[in-house]
């Protein structure tokens, strides 16, 4: 271990579609109320990408300008992981596709699926090539137009998501800042409580499975919504224990966005005031792996993260799975 490179977030970047997807909209779509979808979930509005953008074109903005707040230029990239569940295409993936785009030459480029613990799952795999030595810079990307797998004719559903992109360049700090602690984990067989029916080898695309309306997201929400409250607490105790880090120290609590009271039960748990935890999924629902890269950058825009905070980062979602990471912020670079 001692002969490891430390690792950390060198910069972020993000980027939401323009239309605005409000309650008041949802309202006319579906049976539902401002009121129910505010009192049970927290959400205001989302946003929703146009009929011609694809998750490569959120992924680019977001990825340029983590690029140029760096400084570092896409033919520095050793390796693109893209988190998605909604990537451009089955194959190419859409790593590929943003290699291509940024014209990073010397990258690898990868997709990582794990829903909306996907981006956790991204930086916790490009930090081991750092870490190693093998790879430099390596730019992480959690990505997701959900809108374009939502059913807007289930209101159990449609009142939660949302499209956006984040991008957080990694690269090597100085010893003993960035990545003390990352916990991973899956339970495959709560698979069924949160999926995408067809489009896969299981049930390819056919006239029956469009009209069966098995081209959108499926979940039991409040089975998952038990399962969230769960992991949430657990992976936080998880990366703390594993950094020697009490839950006194814990400067920024950066959540999935899913659901405030799922937010709500993690602030109350760890006995946190509001301002030590991010939350933006008034204005942005559910953007699944993209929830955390964008509350982070949000909240690095903001101020909120200081030279050696420990930040938090903490998501759960389909697989079933789960993942947290523990950070020693640092501005300094290697
Ligand atoms: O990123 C990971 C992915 N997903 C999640 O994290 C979601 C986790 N789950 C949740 O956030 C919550 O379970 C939901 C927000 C999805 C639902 O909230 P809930 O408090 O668990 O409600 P429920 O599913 O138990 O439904 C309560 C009632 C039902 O009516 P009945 O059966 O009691 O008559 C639903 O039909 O609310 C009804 N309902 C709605 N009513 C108005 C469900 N959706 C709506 C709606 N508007 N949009």
């Given at each position: 271990?001692?002969?490891?490179?430390?690792?950390g977030?060198?910069?972020?970047?993000?980027c939401v579609?323009?239309?605005?997807?409000?309650?008041?909209d949802l309202?006319?779509?579906?049976?539902?109320?401002?009121?129910w979808?505010?009192t049970r979930?927290?959400?205001?509005?989302?946003?929703?990408?146009?009929?011609?953008?694809?998750s490569?074109?959120?992924?680019y903005?977001?990825?340029v300008?983590?690029?140029?707040k760096?400084n570092?230029t896409?033919?520095?990239?050793?390796?693109i992981i893209?988190?998605?569940i909604t990537?451009?295409?089955?194959?190419?993936?859409?790593?590929c596709?943003?290699?291509?785009?940024?014209?990073?030459?010397?990258?690898a480029?990868m997709?990582?699926?794990?829903?909306?613990?996907?981006?956790?799952?991204?930086?916790a795999?490009?930090?081991?090539?750092?870490a190693t030595?093998?790879y430099r810079?390596?730019?992480?990307?959690?990505?997701e137009?959900?809108s374009?797998i939502t059913?807007?004719?289930?209101r159990?559903?449609?009142?939660?998501?949302?499209d956006?992109a984040?991008a957080?360049?990694l690269?090597?700090?100085?010893s003993?800042?960035?990545?003390q602690?990352?916990?991973?984990?899956?339970d495959?067989s709560g698979?069924p409580?949160l999926?995408?029916?067809?489009?896969?080898s299981r049930i390819?695309?056919?006239?029956?499975?469009?009209?069966?309306?098995?081209?959108y997201?499926?979940?039991?929400?409040?089975?998952?919504?038990?399962f969230?409250?769960?992991?949430?607490?657990?992976?936080?105790e998880?990366?703390?224990a594993?950094?020697?880090?009490?839950k006194?120290?814990?400067d920024?609590?950066?959540?999935?966005?899913?659901?405030?009271r799922?937010i709500?039960?993690?602030?109350?748990r760890?006995?946190?005031?509001?301002?030590?935890?991010?939350?933006?999924?008034?204005?942005?629902?559910?953007?699944?792996?993209?929830?955390?890269p964008?509350a982070?950058?949000e909240?690095l825009?903001?101020?909120?993260?200081n030279?050696?905070?420990?930040v938090?980062l903490?998501?759960?979602?389909?697989g079933?799975?789960?993942?947290?990471s523990?950070l020693?912020?640092?501005?300094?670079r290697?």
């Amino acid at each position: 271990m001692s002969r490891m490179r430390a690792v950390g977030i060198l910069s972020t970047g993000s980027c939401v579609p323009e239309r605005v997807l409000t309650n008041a909209d949802l309202e006319k779509m579906v049976d539902t109320s401002d009121e129910w979808i505010v009192t049970r979930t927290g959400i205001r509005e989302r946003r929703i990408c146009s009929a011609d953008e694809a998750s490569s074109d959120l992924a680019y903005q977001a990825a340029v300008k983590a690029l140029e707040k760096a400084n570092v230029t896409a033919d520095e990239l050793d390796l693109i992981i893209v988190a998605t569940i909604t990537p451009d295409t089955l194959f190419p993936s859409t790593a590929c596709l943003l290699q291509e785009r940024l014209g990073a030459k010397r990258a690898a480029a990868m997709d990582v699926s794990a829903a909306c613990t996907g981006f956790l799952y991204g930086i916790a795999t490009a930090s081991q090539f750092i870490a190693t030595g093998l790879y430099r810079y390596v730019l992480v990307v959690g990505v997701e137009t959900l809108s374009k797998i939502t059913d807007y004719k289930d209101r159990n559903t449609c009142v939660l998501f949302g499209d956006g992109a984040g991008a957080a360049l990694l690269g090597p700090v100085p010893s003993g800042f960035g990545f003390q602690a990352f916990d991973l984990g899956a339970d495959g067989s709560g698979g069924p409580l949160l999926q995408l029916p067809a489009g896969g080898s299981r049930i390819p695309a056919s006239h029956e499975s469009v009209e069966n309306r098995l081209h959108y997201i499926a979940m039991a929400g409040r089975e998952v919504f038990k399962f969230a409250v769960r992991v949430m607490s657990s992976a936080t105790e998880a990366v703390l224990a594993k950094a020697g880090v009490s839950k006194e120290e814990i400067d920024l609590l950066v959540p999935h966005q899913a659901n405030l009271r799922i937010i709500e039960a993690a602030i109350k748990r760890f006995g946190l005031s509001e301002d030590k935890v991010v939350v933006n999924l008034d204005r942005y629902g559910n953007m699944s792996s993209a929830s955390i890269p964008v509350a982070l950058d949000e909240a690095l825009a903001a101020g909120r993260i200081n030279e050696g905070d420990t930040v938090v980062l903490v998501g759960f979602g389909g697989g079933l799975t789960w993942g947290a990471s523990l950070l020693k912020w640092t501005f300094q670079r290697l």
